[in-house]
């Protein structure tokens, strides 16, 4: 360890376009269930499999069990940043770090401080109206009864992709323009299990490509460094 992590010392002192591509392993740490894990999301008993109510036609087809879902495991209004989001938004403060691209829907990144978060899968914090588009803050989803609605009667959506929904093209544009300029590309907490996001990867041309991430990945042979560790406390032993 002691090895891995001074390369990824050198790696980040001789970089001036790193981009983070991250996923629910980075907010572990700060008490939010990933997905795929031992004990995550996918692990647990519920009346249908997790991976069926966060897709689009559960939504439409069974709304009151997706928000019962939603607002017990996917709404963690409590949780704060850890040293991963806090030494990535450190990193862009001084320059070196230019964009952070997560599949994450909690928010923790811009709680932390960083300015420039490309959210592939959207936020919990955003919702609709699926009728007459109204905005609606989070405090109004869990604060409802059941399936909450607009004033015009509309079903709010919380605006986040769910299974057999598309990524929002601005947002796949931009990730993919980081991803091309970066000189080093950090990948941390994903399974990189999850597609079109994870296919992103491979607009990287660097030589830089650092994997930190608990569990092997599809990506670990392509990878420059491959950290097996916990993010947090990984990237909380960089001193800047
Ligand atoms: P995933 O498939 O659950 O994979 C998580 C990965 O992170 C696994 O490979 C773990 O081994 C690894 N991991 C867990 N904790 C740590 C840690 N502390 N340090 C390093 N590695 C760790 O999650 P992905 O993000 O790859 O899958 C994409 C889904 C998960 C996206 O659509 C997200 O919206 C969704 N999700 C997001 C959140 C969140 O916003 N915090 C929570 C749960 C699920």
């Known amino acids: ?23 629910a392993g980075v907010s572990t740490e700060s008490g939010i269930p990933d997905f795929r894990s031992v004990d995550g999301l996918y692990s647990q ?34 949780a704060k940043p850890n040293p991963a ?8 403060k001084i320059g070196k770090l230019k964009a952070v691209i997560t599949q994450n ?29 109204l905005n609606y803050e989070v405090k109004f989803i869990s604060g409802s009864e059941g399936v909450p609605h607009c004033s015009c009667g509309g079903v709010i959506k919380p605006d986040v992709v769910l299974f057999e929904e598309a990524l929002d093209d601005d ?22 299990g999850v597609y079109p996001a994870a296919g992103l990867l491979n607009y990287y041309r660097g030589s830089k490509l650092v994997l930190i991430n608990k569990s092997e990945t599809p990506w ?21």
Request: aromatic share 10%; charged share 20%.
């Open 1 to 23: 360890m002691h090895n891995q992590l001074e390369t990824l010392r050198q790696f980040i002192s001789t970089s001036n376009y790193i981009v983070f591509f991250g996923g």
């Open 45 to 78: 008993k519920y009346k249908y499999p997790p991976e069926r109510i966060v897709s689009r036609s559960f939504f439409m087809s069974n709304t009151a069990d997706y928000y019962d879902f939603h607002k017990a495991r996917l709404l963690h209004m409590d």
């Open 85 to 92: 989001h806090i030494k990535l938004a450190e990193l862009e």
């Open 105 to 133: 829907i909690d928010g923790l990144h811009q709680s932390a401080g960083s300015v420039k978060v490309l959210e592939l899968h959207g936020s919990v914090y955003r919702n609709f109206c699926m009728e007459c588009g």
């Open 171 to 192: 947002v796949m544009v931009e990730s993919i323009m980081h991803i091309k300029n970066a000189d080093m590309l950090i990948i941390g907490g994903t399974s990189l």
């Open 220 to 240: 670990d042979e392509r990878a420059d460094l491959v950290i097996n560790g916990s993010i947090g406390e990984v990237l909380n032993a960089i001193v800047l």
